[in-house]
């Protein structure tokens, strides 16, 4: 399995309150995605990042802020959660563009 | 019209069926492809990574790519009630950067 942590797995949290979730990888690999699931939906791209400190959006980012200070770590952040941000949240990594992207495990994030 | 379109499913089929699952595409710049399995609550796997089009075929897997048609599959030969799980697919381009576009996900269940 590629060493990709999520932490945490389950968090319930209210609205309007900041939430900070962590991605971390042991394989160094250069890009880190997070990307949210949802029924009917399927994976959709939060946000990602090409090396420490580069980052860009994904097709939706609204809400969502990231931050990348080492390689390993990739922490996405809800400024003010909203219960439309309940929703599995699954990091990936990956060596170079368009190779294969390896999954974490997810983290479950509810929003009352 | 979305980027992959994939039948949700359900399929179900009979322990040692060969089960034939697909996706097609629009955008005909897309030359990655992969397939991932997810059991429910779990991570997405990955299973099959593929570029261009032709065949691979990994133990009772088989990717088939077919840029032409705009439509992959994915084979399961003798299937086995461990395979029963959602399947996703996935592709990407060099022109889409680091985008990965996914299928919404087949879910199958393989019936002893």
């Known amino acids: 399995d590629a060493g990709i942590t999520q932490s945490p797995r389950h968090k319930v949290t209210e609205t309007g309150t900041p939430v900070t979730l962590r991605c971390h990888q042991t394989?160094?690999?250069?890009?880190m995605y997070w990307y949210r699931q949802d029924p009917g939906h399927g994976l959709r791209l939060i946000h990602y990042?090409?090396?420490?400190?580069?980052?860009d959006k994904g097709e939706v980012s609204d809400g969502y802020s990231v931050s990348r200070s080492k390689t390993e770590d990739f922490l996405l952040t809800l400024e003010s959660a909203t219960s439309s941000q309940t929703s599995v949240y699954f990091c990936?990594?990956?060596?170079?563009?368009?190779?294969?992207?390896?999954f974490g495990q997810g983290t479950r994030l509810t929003v009352v | 019209q979305k980027e992959v379109e994939q039948d949700p499913g359900p399929l179900s089929v009979p322990e040692g069926a060969i089960v034939s699952l697909n996706c097609t595409y629009s955008?005909?710049?897309?030359?990655?492809f992969m397939w991932y399995r997810q059991y429910s609550r779990k991570g997405p796997e990955l299973l099959m990574y593929?570029?261009?089009?032709g065949n691979k075929e990994d133990g009772r897997f088989t990717a088939q790519v077919d840029k032409s048609s705009k439509y992959i599959s994915l084979f399961i030969r003798d299937s086995q009630p461990s395979d029963s799980a959602t399947y996703l697919c996935?592709?990407?381009?060099?022109?889409?950067?680091?985008?990965?576009?996914f299928g919404t996900g087949t879910s199958l269940t393989v019936i002893p």
């Open positions: 990936a990594i990956q060596q170079l563009a368009n190779t294969e992207a390896f």
């Open positions: 394989e160094n690999h250069r890009y």
């Open positions: 990042s090409y090396g420490v400190k580069d980052t």
């Open positions: 955008n005909s710049a897309f030359q990655y």
């Open positions: 593929t570029y261009s089009s």
């Open positions: 996935a592709m990407s381009a060099i022109s889409t950067g680091n985008q990965f576009y």
